[in-house]
């Protein structure tokens, strides 16, 4: 999902939550598909592990990507404004979508502290659970 040129911090909050379920969910899918030592052989943990992995790699690259696309967008339109701003300061219209914008860029750059958060806490729980299971490729 790609969230629109432009999008309002409101509707980048909203995509980056739905996006955020697997974050949220991971304790649970976890709980519910690494087995217990007395239910080790009814399914494969290595591979549900390093399918987990895959999900989340993908989950958070997504969303990085969104929230640095919109970061990108923002602050071309605020460098507009206030090059637009420059030539004329008494244009009281300008001055507040500047300040609108800049605003939403404030909101938006704070999304990436926020992902940092979520993704660390997920690493964290992955690793807790699946570090016996599966090995991740070196990359990281």
Not at 27 to 43: C, D, Q, R, W, Y
Not at 106 to 120: G, R, T
Request: net charge positive; charged share 30%; hydrophobic share 35%.
């Amino acid at each position: 999902a790609a969230a629109p040129a432009g999008a309002a911090p409101s509707a980048l909050r909203e995509l980056l939550r739905v996006m955020r379920t697997i974050d949220d969910r991971i304790v649970h899918e976890l709980n519910t598909t690494i087995p217990t030592a007395s239910f080790v052989g009814k399914v494969d943990p290595g591979q549900t592990c390093k399918e987990l992995y895959e999900s989340l790699m993908d989950a958070h690259t997504n969303r990085e990507r969104i929230i640095k696309n919109c970061i990108s967008q923002t602050s071309a339109v605020v460098k507009t404004l206030k090059e637009e701003r420059e030539k004329a300061h008494e244009d009281a219209a300008l001055l507040k979508q500047l300040r609108k914008e800049q605003t939403k860029l404030k909101l938006m750059q704070s999304e990436l502290n926020v992902e940092e958060v979520v993704n660390d806490r997920s690493w964290k729980v992955f690793n807790e659970r699946c570090r016996i299971h599966y090995k991740p490729p070196k990359s990281q």
